[in-house]
């Protein structure tokens, strides 16, 4: 194989290794204190920053002229997506954990799909294997998703952390710290499904909004400007210690730094480029590669104690994602077929025309 032809496969293993460094280095900077909400401020402050001068040289002649009805929909994607969405992500992963919040990241296509067929964007033809495959994928993807969240199920032995000295003289019975534990768990579990769903509805307003507006870095810098402004406000009503916006060289900068501009701005690129190489579905394919990287630094890192029910419901979530591209795969080659017909039928029906009259 040669190098040309391995670099989108490169590069889409390198954004999952950086989205998966995402999930970690905000876990780490919540655990040692930090608010959600202050988090997102700074780190769409970063992301802002740091594209406006690529934004500037790369698109300030590409970008059409903008209008108060472009920049309203922009608006209120920044709102449903980089700030909603991302401020119940960072809520959501304060009470769960870096691999639960990786693993999550696998059902959005499979709601993405959902809404985009309620909102009939997307066909459904239960006649025909694909479309049985689409929304069969979308069910199990979104099982598998809450039985990760739910966590049940034997700890895995070789990746039980705690001594078999702490196990016997454990209670059987919960204590109310486990029992608070568990309740926190699933209010993130929800909340994370929550942050999901208005990601999934973020990039569904993605594609209007780009047919009017096709300047892809400043549209993503627009929406980060807005994103920290309207997160500035959300975190001003929830959060209103002021000792919670300051900021030292330690490593809750480290991770605002990395998650403002490294995953905003390397990963959009990245992604971008592989999908006008080898197309969208391509680049879904490598989103479960995220969920490993994640559950085996955070399980050495962190000593989370994985369950075989997590284990169960992640290879669902997994095998429900591919049942759902594949099945959008094959809708889109028919769906070329079907068009590629009809152009010769067209053609054979102006010749017979044209040779009837000669």
């Known amino acids: 194989m040669e190098v040309e032809t391995q670099k989108p496969y490169l590069a889409m293993i390198l954004t999952q290794f950086i989205y998966a460094g995402m999930a970690l280095f905000s876990k780490i900077a919540l655990d040692v204190g930090m608010s959600p909400y202050v988090f997102l401020v700074y780190r769409q402050a970063f992301a802002s920053l740091a594209l406006a001068p690529f934004t500037f040289l790369l698109e300030r002649k590409k970008a059409p002229p903008m209008t108060y009805s472009i920049l309203f929909k922009i608006f209120l994607a920044s709102l449903f997506g980089m700030t909603l969405s991302m401020n119940l992500y960072y809520v959501a992963l304060s009470y769960t954990s870096a691999t639960f919040a990786a693993a999550s990241t696998n059902a959005i296509p499979a709601l993405t799909f959902i809404i985009a067929a309620i909102l009939r964007m997307e066909s459904i033809s239960m006649k025909r294997l694909y479309g049985v495959a689409k929304v069969l994928g979308s069910i199990i993807c979104v099982s598998g ?82 994103s920290c402004i309207l997160s500035a406000i959300w975190a001003i009503v929830f959060d209103r210690n002021p000792s919670s916006w300051k900021l030292g060289w330690n490593v809750q900068l480290l991770s605002i730094a990395y998650c403002g501009i490294v995953v905003t701005g390397i990963t959009y690129w990245l992604q971008v480029w592989c999908i006008e190489k080898k197309g969208p579905v391509f680049t879904s394919m490598f989103t479960p590669l995220a969920l490993l990287i994640t559950a085996i630094i955070s399980a050495f890192l962190w000593k989370e104690t994985m369950h075989w029910g997590s284990v169960c419901g992640a290879l669902l979530l997994v095998g429900g994602l591919f049942g759902v591209l594949w099945g959008k795969k094959k809708e889109e080659c028919h769906e070329k077929e079907t068009k590629t017909r009809s152009q010769v039928d067209n053609v054979d029906v102006v010749l017979e025309c044209i040779t009837h009259h000669i």
């Open 145 to 226: 998703a809450l039985l990760v969240a739910l966590n049940i199920g034997p700890p895995i032995e070789f990746m039980n952390w705690y001594s078999p000295t702490h196990k016997e003289v454990s209670s059987p019975e919960p204590s109310p710290v486990e029992s608070n534990s568990k309740l926190d768990w699933v209010k993130g579990a929800l909340i994370m499904l929550s942050a999901n769903t208005t990601w999934s509805l973020w990039l569904i307003m993605q594609g209007p909004i780009m047919k009017i507006y096709p300047a892809k870095m400043h549209l993503t810098n627009l929406q980060c400007f807005f």
